[in-house]
């Protein structure tokens, strides 16, 4: 608590017009953070709400192995489980050089439940980046409105 505290504090009063910088190198504090043992690939990411607060993430795995956590995906639970549910960017990290970090499908479709036109922001740990927005990374997108058409009406309603 107190270290996200502090996140929030840093990138605030750090915040300028490379906004986009200081998110990636949150999430690559964040990176250093990962609990990888088996897979040894560390991955960082750091959210920024609408209003400005970060929710940083790291990969949490676990010895079963499905019940392991991508970056994303721990800072999106965070922030929702603090009450925030507007997003304006995702930095994602890792320590490849040679590619951009991109998210794992499953993440794509966990950010795109949050909107499809808010940032992700790819690095390498040069702090080169790709930007895309979620929908880029996901097209044809699978929204709840797309199921609530077939959803059956509750009789009580
Ligand atoms: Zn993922």
New binding site residues.
Partial sequence: MTSLVHMETSLSSKMTDSWELDLIKLSQEAMGKAYCPYSKFPVGSALLTTDGKVFTGCNVENACNYLGL?A??VAVNKAVSEGYHNFKAIAVCSEMVDTYIT??G??RQVLLEFGQTWIVLMSKPDLSYEKRTVVDLIPLPFVSRAMSKYVQKDNSE
């Fill in positions: 991508c994303e995906r998210p794992c499953g993440c």
